[in-house]
């Protein structure tokens, strides 16, 4: 009996995933605990091993749709056994006449008086310059989801220019006219004049070549699919905004003494970045503001013991967040190793997701790109974000005279439901006077 492929459930706050690649084909035999797809969430990609032997016989969602966790999406089993239906419309009842061109189409979408048609964002796009009613529309996808393939392979049910009576129709033609909404008099019979279902499934086909012929090949705009990851993002940017009333600090930094401290560790052979360095003594600062590395909880404030640092880290398709767990406990060649590896277990796709989970303040960093000012949002549920910006020679006064330092402002957003303007200038000061003073560390 064929077996389920369903997508998985890979974290609690996760509804549903994009299959990122099928790594087998359909009719490919499948082996139990090989990878057979990767599937990409809110925050990772992952990949999915198959829960059972056999041939992949059919699959229902494609490379870059989306669908529900636990959401049937393939099936596997033995080689050509029929796939049965996903339970939640009957398909067309398979027989000699349609066997061999049976159509990718399975279920109409159908609708109460004003329902919600479930359809895919493109698909409702083409619907709409096409006038075309998606609850006619033939559903491909899983769960019953419209696809853009569906809306192009459409054919509107015209005016019927005969009655049904009057036009030479096999049955199981008649049935399935009635199910897609096709006007049998627009279909040629190439059977002596009588319709079978065969010249259903070739007139969808010659349709939908020739819809895809008027779509634009040079589109003056473009519609693109938001991903899992870009999902969640925009969810929780918004969320963020939202849920804290911020203010943002900027304060700037004279970075002279921090360069000749880390070019002394770099004499001694200690390899560290500058965003190394703001990490560590930031950590230090929060050990001494605890209410900026604390959490809001309805009408509670949870104050953490502990400093886990995220570190911002940007990636094709958006930004993950690891943190470094126990920051202030650790040495700089030890935040400068897992600061380099996040990094590189992000962009590879191959984070743990307990890197992600935990994270009580947050760093980010837009120097590399020359920014000198800027406005991070929240990463909630902490309560405040640090901006790193570009470090930059700028003429100052120093004992009454004009001299050059390499510059850089901290932009400190904060939550003002618990932290004060005073309160973090404060803590910004004190970061400041670490960083221009990196002695104070051992204090």
């Known amino acids: 009996m064929a077996e389920k492929v369903l997508m998985p459930k890979l974290g609690l706050t996760m509804t549903e995933g994009t299959i990122e690649e099928w790594k087998k084909k359909e009719g490919d035999e499948v082996k139990k605990g090989e990878i057979l797809f990767s599937v990409a969430t809110d925050k990772l990609t992952n990949d999915i091993e198959a829960e059972a032997d056999g041939v992949l016989?059919?699959?229902?969602?494609?490379?870059?749709?989306?669908?529900?966790c636990k959401a049937v999406i393939a099936w596997i089993g033995a080689p050509g056994e029929v796939v049965p239906g996903d339970g939640e419309t009957p398909a067309v009842q398979a027989t000699p006449e349609t066997e061999a061109f049976a159509p990718e189409q399975a279920a109409v979408s159908v609708k109460a008086e004003g329902g919600f048609i479930p359809a895919m964002p493109y698909a409702?796009?083409?619907?709409?310059?096409?006038?075309?009613?998606?609850?006619l529309?033939?559903?491909?996808?899983?769960?019953?989801?419209?696809?853009?393939?569906?809306?192009?392979?459409?054919?509107?049910?015209?005016?019927?220019?005969?009655?049904?009576?009057?036009?030479?129709?096999?049955?199981?033609?008649?049935?399935?006219?009635?199910?897609?909404?096709?006007?049998?008099?627009?279909?040629?019979?190439?059977?002596?004049?009588?319709?079978?279902?065969?010249?259903?499934?070739?007139?969808?086909e010659e349709t939908r070549e020739k819809a895809e012929e008027e779509v634009p090949s040079n589109p003056l705009e473009e519609v693109k699919k938001m991903s899992g990851m870009r999902k969640a993002i925009a969810k929780n940017m918004l969320a963020s905004v939202q849920t804290s009333p911020t203010v943002t600090f900027n304060l700037a930094v004279d970075m002279s003494e921090m360069k000749k401290y880390r070019e002394m560790l770099k004499?001694?052979?200690?390899?560290?970045?500058?965003?190394?360095?703001?990490?560590?003594?930031v950590a230090k600062a929060l050990t001494e503001f605890p209410i900026l590395n604390a959490s809001v909880d309805g009408n509670s404030i949870i104050l953490k013991h502990y400093v886990n640092m995220g570190v911002a880290v940007a990636i094709d398709?958006?930004?993950?967040?690891?943190?470094?767990?126990?920051?202030?406990?650790?040495?700089?060649?030890?935040?400068?190793?897992?600061?380099?590896?996040?990094?590189?277990?992000?962009?590879?796709?191959?984070?743990?997701m307990e890197a992600l989970k935990g994270g009580t303040f947050t760093i980010t960093n837009l120097g590399m790109y020359g920014i000198d000012s800027f406005t991070p949002i929240i990463n909630q549920p902490e309560v405040a974000i640090l901006g790193l910006t570009t470090m930059e020679d700028k003429a100052v006064v120093r004992n009454g005279e004009i001299v050059i330092r390499p510059m850089m402002t901290l932009s400190l957003t904060a939550d003002h439901r618990i932290i004060d303007g005073a309160t973090a200038a404060e803590f910004l000061q004190r970061v400041k006077?670490?960083?221009?003073?990196?002695?104070?560390?051992?204090?």
């Open 57 to 68: 016989l059919k699959i229902l969602v494609g490379e870059g749709e989306d669908a529900p």
């Open 124 to 135: 409702r796009k083409l619907a709409k310059e096409k006038g075309i009613d998606l609850g």
């Open 137 to 204: 529309v033939p559903a491909s996808g899983a769960r019953g989801y419209v696809t853009s393939k569906d809306v192009l392979s459409y054919v509107p049910a015209a005016v019927m220019k005969a009655p049904a009576n009057e036009v030479k129709a096999s049955p199981l033609a008649e049935k399935v006219a009635s199910d897609i909404g096709i006007d049998l008099a627009s279909v040629k019979g190439r059977h002596c004049g009588r319709v079978l279902a065969e010249d259903i499934y070739a007139y969808l």
């Open 267 to 281: 004499a001694k052979e200690i390899k560290v970045s500058y965003n190394d360095l703001v990490v560590k003594f």
């Open 317 to 352: 398709d958006g930004l993950l967040v690891p943190n470094i767990k126990d920051c202030d406990k650790k040495s700089l060649t030890e935040i400068h190793d897992e600061v380099k590896t996040f990094a590189e277990q992000a962009r590879s796709g191959k984070l743990p």
């Open 433 to 443: 006077n670490l960083l221009e003073n990196p002695a104070l560390m051992l204090a």
